[in-house]
């Protein structure tokens, strides 16, 4: 199976500021890796596909880059909205999910 | 608008069996693959396997197999889950999942998800 690990597990981060998160996988994924916001008590939402295609309806401030093993999710201009628990899934290999991770307010 | 309706809270004692469902409606049901992923309480999302709603072949996690059974209905657009020998590690929300037409493992549309609990 293919591990996934995110990193940070929690990141505090205010109105307006640049943030990455990181996912590595145990092995090459080329470039099938999703990711997903999820807020409490809701289902997650798909952002980015294909480790960079922006899933329709999603904001230009959120994009993905990397290959291989390893990806970032950035957001470039934390809006409030954008405080939630983020996922990073690979589909090279049926899929696994990375543990997520928390975005707070500072 | 494009749903995916699950069936039910329900709450089921250790050893016990459970069979979630999953109504799709408002897109081409046969041309989109169905996943099953889950999510215990604080915890992250695990994947649990996929179904075919076209020809109806599965593939699940390896955690999974021999636990699990994917099943779908072509005439009333509905897929199923069945989960056997529950145990309290089996505790949570199960969604169902759709993945987008040109690439069956993106998962584009989820249900409201499940909450299955398992305590004797």
């Known amino acids: 199976d293919i591990q996934m690990t995110q990193s940070p597990s929690t990141l505090s981060a205010s109105v307006g500021d640049r943030v990455t998160i990181t996912c590595r996988a145990s092995r090459s994924l080329t470039t099938w890796l999703a990711w997903y916001q999820q807020k409490p008590g809701k289902a997650p939402t798909l952002l980015i596909y294909k480790a960079s295609t922006l899933e329709g309806g999603v904001p230009s401030r959120f994009s993905g880059s990397g290959s291989g093993t390893e990806f970032t999710l950035t957001i470039s201009s934390l809006q409030p909205d954008d405080f939630a628990t983020y996922y990073c899934?690979?589909?090279?290999?049926?899929?696994?999910f990375g543990q997520g991770t928390k975005l707070e307010i500072k | 608008q494009e749903q995916l309706v699950q069936s039910g809270a329900e709450v089921k004692k250790p050893g016990a069996s459970v069979k979630i469902s999953c109504k799709a409606s408002e897109y081409k049901f046969n041309s989109h693959y169905v996943h099953w992923v889950r999510q215990a309480p604080g915890q992250g999302l695990e994947w649990m396997g996929i179904i075919s709603p076209s020809g109806g072949s599965t593939s699940y996690a390896q955690k999974f197999q021999g636990r699990v059974t994917m099943t779908r209905d072509t005439s009333t657009i509905t897929v199923y889950m069945d989960l056997s020998s529950l145990r309290s590690e089996d505790t949570a929300v199960y969604y169902c999942v759709r993945g987008k037409e040109d690439s069956g493992y993106v998962l584009d549309h989820w249900g409201h998800g499940t909450l299955i609990a398992v305590s004797s």
């Open positions: 899934q690979q589909y090279d290999s049926y899929s696994t």
